[in-house]
């Protein structure tokens, strides 16, 4: 005898688990319900109490130095070093001590930790000023090919082709001698404009695929009923950029921001480690390119600042992964 389907009561028949969760999707934002996700995702949280760690170390660099009794190119030669220019204390002769927790660099007698809390400063603030000017050029540009129609769209397409064509490591390589060349001289001069050269570089050749992202956006955003009926009304135009258009374009500008963060990172870390990154300021890049030469002798002069590079991409990267997701109805991790 076979097994006979039953009929379930209607009373068994309960609709009301979707319509609770329709209930509590109603009436929150797009970046309401991303948040939401964002804070479940165990990931995302470590990784987000991560950044906020390397930003306060960089905010607090000056204190956390302070704190340890370290200083930044306070090192002593004569005083620091042996005759084969190894330190005289710490690693890697001799054992930790809290003098120099990190060790001392080679030839110099730096502080390797000082150097390390300074380096994740200037990482973070070439990273997150690159970022905000390549977003800023990006949306702007972004907006106004989108909306726009005719030559202005063919322009600006045609500069995003010419940026996107050019070479952005050439672009730095040659710079990098001229500046030497106009303030070698002058070395504050030399040291202001070399990082001032390094921002720009970074948020020249950063906006290129935020802006089409945003451009394609905005084409398909404008045809829509809502920006039409502003159109029809006399809405002025910088009104529907501003309070009609950018609003909707919130989660691939965040999601931008995020992505962009980690591959600036790594960007400052290899130019400086190619010796054209920020002069005169302490740098993971250029201390990575100090301790090379150390590796069989010194590891810890090389692992410390590649750490701290490691660190920090990963869980931007993971976190922009995450924001990514969150902000994205289609994925769901």
Not at 181 to 196: A, D, I, M, S, Y
Not at 278 to 297: C, H, L, M, R, Y
Request: charge should be neutral.
């Amino acid at each position: 005898m076979g097994i006979q389907p039953t009929e379930m009561p209607e009373s068994d028949i309960t609709e009301q688990e979707p319509t609770l969760v329709r209930q509590e999707i109603a009436g929150r934002s797009p970046i309401q319900i991303a948040v939401a996700r964002l804070k479940q995702d165990k990931i995302a949280m470590i990784c987000l109490a991560v950044v906020i760690l390397f930003a306060l170390i960089a905010i607090f660099a000056p204190l956390l130095t302070k704190m340890f009794g370290v200083e930044v190119d306070a090192g002593s030669p004569s005083k620091d070093l042996d005759q084969f220019n190894f330190p005289l204390i710490g690693p890697p002769d001799h054992g930790f001590t809290w003098e120099a927790p990190l060790g001392l660099a080679p030839n110099s007698g730096d502080d390797n930790l000082a150097e390390w809390f300074y380096g994740a400063r200037t990482s973070l603030i070439v990273a997150t000023v690159s970022t905000l000017a390549a977003t800023f050029i990006g949306v702007a540009i972004g907006l106004v090919a989108g909306f726009s129609r005719g030559w202005v769209d063919k322009v600006v397409n045609f500069l995003i082709d010419v940026f996107l064509s050019l070479p952005f490591l050439i672009v730095a390589l040659a710079i990098s001698p001229i500046i030497v060349t106009r303030f070698g001289n002058k070395p504050q001069q030399l040291e202001n404009w070399q990082f001032v050269s390094l921002l720009l570089v970074l948020s020249l050749f950063g906006w290129m695929l935020l802006a089409r992202l945003v451009r394609g956006e905005v084409l398909s955003l404008r045809e829509r009923e809502f920006i039409q009926a502003a159109r029809v009304i006399g809405v002025p135009t910088r009104r529907i950029l501003f309070k009609e258009l950018l609003p909707n374009l919130i989660a691939p500008i965040i999601v931008s921001i995020s992505l962009g963060l980690p591959a600036f990172v790594t960007a400052e870390a290899g130019l400086a480690f190619l010796g054209i990154g920020a002069v005169g300021k302490p740098s993971w890049g250029q201390t990575i390119d100090k301790a090379v030469p150390f590796f069989n002798t010194y590891p810890l002069y090389l692992y410390a600042p590649v750490l701290g590079v490691f660190l920090l991409v990963v869980a931007l990267n993971l976190l922009g992964d995450a924001v990514r997701d969150a902000f994205d109805p289609k994925t769901r991790r």
